[in-house]
């Protein structure tokens, strides 16, 4: 199977290729997960996320097809929605910045195939600049400067380390390293865009250049990979969460729950 921008999201590309997204979905619920790859389970994409896609959409000199795509960006009167005249704010802000648009200078959407911890992958990075050896992602995030809450990590942390950006990191230069057949370690430069969801957009360029963390995401991706094709390939009962959305809507209660144990 070849995989283009067409049918990257296609159900049979997600049954034959691990991606980033597919990967923290096995981390975060291996029920759901399943769910997902069968079509049992459809999940409607949010506004937050489609925003996002606007914003890309403009980096890939898009707008207008996605506008004309999207009549749910505007009210029944045919107003701006408020989020997407936000979005506009933000892509004001990156079209603003010289450092911002020098840094989204490059191919935009480019999809990468590689074979990595025992199974075929795929990645498609929001701008490839082979020149410059440079992989950009392009980020709209509530806040740029603002920690919150992760169990995982048991503290406070940022957006960065909340939403597993350096593994991502980690795993599209990897991909892009592999794809294009270079020695082991000789990954490309990674930066990321961000803009916030300020009421006035802050945007930074961030530096996820960081080897050492790259080898450890990557460590963790192998050793996790083994039990993640066994469930995949319908070997291993999938463990339920019991705290997602899936988990949800199929619980079946078997009696009742003490008091003090909520
Ligand atoms: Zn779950």
């Known amino acids: 199977m070849q995989i283009t921008k067409a049918n990257y999201y ?4 997600e049954r ?3 991606s980033r997204s597919q990967y923290r979905g096995f981390q975060r619920c291996e029920a759901q997960q399943m769910a997902i790859l069968s079509g049992e389970w459809v999940e409607a994409p949010s506004e937050a ?3 996002g896609q606007y914003v890309h959409a403009w980096c890939e000199g898009k707008r207008d097809e996605f506008i004309s795509e999207h009549p749910e960006m505007f009210t029944k009167a045919g107003t701006l929605r408020s989020g997407y005249q936000q979005a506009n704010e933000m892509i004001a802000t990156l079209a603003a910045d010289p450092l911002c648009m020098y840094m989204l200078e490059g191919q935009k959407e480019v999809v990468f195939t590689a074979d990595f911890a025992g199974a075929k992958w795929r990645a498609m990075v929001d701008v490839y600049n082979p020149q410059r050896r440079r992989i950009v992602d392009l980020k709209t995030t509530r806040s740029i400067w603002e920690a919150t809450w992760s169990e995982r990590h048991g503290g406070r942390v940022s957006f960065i380390e909340q939403y597993d950006y350096p593994l991502q990191a980690a795993l599209y230069c990897e991909i892009e390293r592999l794809a294009n057949g270079r020695p082991e ?6 930066y ?3 803009v916030s969801k300020d009421s006035v957009p802050d945007k930074e360029v961030i530096d996820l250049r960081d080897p050492e963390r790259y080898q450890k995401e990557l460590d963790s991706i192998r050793g996790n990979m083994g039990r993640i094709s066994a469930v995949k390939a319908g070997e291993l009962e999938p463990i339920r969460c019991e705290s997602c959305d899936y988990c949800r809507a199929t619980k079946v209660l078997r009696g009742a729950v003490y008091y003090a144990d909520i």
């Not at 296609?10 to 590309?13: G, I, W």
């Not at 370690?185 to 990674?190: K, R, T, V």
């Open 185 to 190: 370690g000789d990954w490309p430069d990674y």
């Open 192 to 194: 990321m865009v961000a």
């Open 16 to 18: 034959e290729y691990m």
């Open 10 to 13: 296609d159900l049979d590309t």
């Open 49 to 51: 996320m489609l925003i």
